[in-house]
């Protein structure tokens, strides 16, 4: 992670013509009407790196910013009018949660039109108890400082976690999700004390920015320092949705506002799918959720989201993908059929298929990540990919260990058990109900399906060659018959006539290496 702090330093006196030029702008804004007692001027006493190209007329509609909430209205008018601007797949979608001041940001998002499709929540912990339930640390904590970079941390994180969560029914929007967090300390006295306000917003890969805000000792009121820490609520989420750093003046008052900031991002050039192998097989996650990023309607890229989210009722296609072809493709996509018409799903929501890759294996070595990365490349060259779709990687080859990782991914709102639909083959189907797989007794596998809630198995056909040219189409559904009633519910065939493909990974790999070895002896294949 790459990491740049910039800090405004408190300047002890200020050029004459400074002085005049900024009494004049004073005045003006006084006979406009403009109540505030202290504004921004366009000659900044620090300077700070955020954006590729700041919307300076935007924020500085004229020659000085106040903090009024006249001024915060419009900017949140304007921040909301540029999302909807957007392409639906490129709008952010935020969560805010304020403990102290700032609150009055959310209610200016809130109060325009197409907010909704830029605010997804907003929350004021005012309590120290209702900061702790929605950061989920235990009412009983100790020790800890509700006015830190440490607390608003917590705070935007776990704003993060509940936009991604919000957002589950489009997987395709996730990469924009944020999350906003802001704790203060504000003077509730005139002249009593320095106030402090820490911003933090986080975006969807793990890239942040930190905002300490210090107002001084002055003769400001409580409503000011507000509309002022409101301010930067916004600007936070502004600066938060550029993607990359670039030196820029950062507007400050003169009457003892100073901001430092911090920006922490992800290096840009190393591979995301390798850094997500070496997560799972350094222990340090037990699944990372990988989404494609589109560029003119074709996939080419993944991002690793930096809190692993899943949807409800997902499904789930587990394999080695050694390499991905289109008869996996085609197997997710009659298995989305067979599913959307087996169960109703919400018009608002999109099913999603995810290949789950598991980079530990039962009886094999684990995959290393320069290997992942291949073969994840290669579902970027497919054809006819199913409109919402993803990768995860676990350390899970057992399906039982899938069920615990994935579900912990996934939250019901309604704290029900989550539901998984794993896609899987023949050949899977009959090691999932053979009894040598667990030590050769039956009453234990099918306590172990049992013990399965919330899962069910959508299973493809194969062809069996029978030797020589002959061969059957083997639907799984004479192995499905011996299973007692209770379990039969648990797989659903997808029949021949939804998908049949007569390929197989092994055929490819066999395929590419007669090629090798013909190129290596010169001839032509």
Known sequence: MAQIT?????????????????????????????RNRYMVHPVSSFSLAFYRSLSTSRIM?????????????????????????????????????????????????????????FLLDGAITYSRKSYLSYVALPSSTTGF??????????????????????????????PRCVGVGCTSALKSTLGKGDSRAYIVATKADGSQLALYISLENGDRTRQEEELCISYWVLRALDLIQQNSVAKEDVITSGKEVTVEATWTSKDRN?????????????????????????????????????????????????GSYNPPHKGHVELAQAALRTENERKRYSRSDNRSVFMELSIANADKPSIDPETVSERLSHFLELETLPSHWGVVLTRAPLFSEKVTVLQS?????????????????????????????????RAKMEEALHSMKGVNFLVGGRVEQKGGDSS????????????????????????????????????????????????????IP
């Open 409 to 441: 991914c996934i939250d019901t709102f309604d704290r029900s058990v989550p539901n998984l639909s794993f896609v899987i083959g023949t050949d899977t189907l009959t090691r999932i109900i053979d009894p040598k797989y667990y030590n050769n007794d």
């Open 145 to 174: 400082y509700y006015t830190s970079m440490d607390a608003g941390k917590l705070a935007s994180r776990a704003s993060l976690l509940r936009a991604l969560r919000f957002q589950t029914g489009d997987i395709r929007v996730m």
């Open 270 to 318: 190393q591979d995301e799918c390798i850094v997500a192998a070496k997560q799972i097989l350094d222990g340090n996650a037990k699944a990372v959720v990988l989404v494609p990023i589109y560029e003119d309607g074709r996939p080419v890229s993944f991002q690793a989201l930096d809190v692993p989210v899943l949807p409800n009722g997902a499904l789930f296609f587990p």
């Open 61 to 117: 509609a004229s020659p000085q910013w106040s903090y009024s909430l006249e001024s915060l209205e419009d900017y949140a008018k304007s921040l909301v009018a540029d999302n909807l601007k957007k392409d639906d797949t490129q709008r952010t979608s935020c969560c805010i949660a304020v403990a102290g001041g700032g609150g009055t940001a959310i209610s200016c998002l809130a109060s325009k039109s197409g907010a909704s499709q």
């Open 472 to 523: 059957r189409f083997v639907s799984g559904s004479n192995e499905i018959k011996e299973l007692p009633a209770s379990l039969q519910e648990m797989f659903t065939i997808i029949g021949e006539d939804e998908f049949r493909v007569d390929i197989s990974s092994t055929q490819i790999r066999n395929e590419l290496a007669k090629k090798r070895s013909s190129s290596r002896s010169g001839n």
């Open 6 to 34: 910039f800090q405004g330093k408190k300047r002890s006196s200020y050029p004459l013509i400074l002085f005049f030029f900024s009494l004049h702008l004073s005045l003006v804004a006084c006979l406009q009407g403009q």
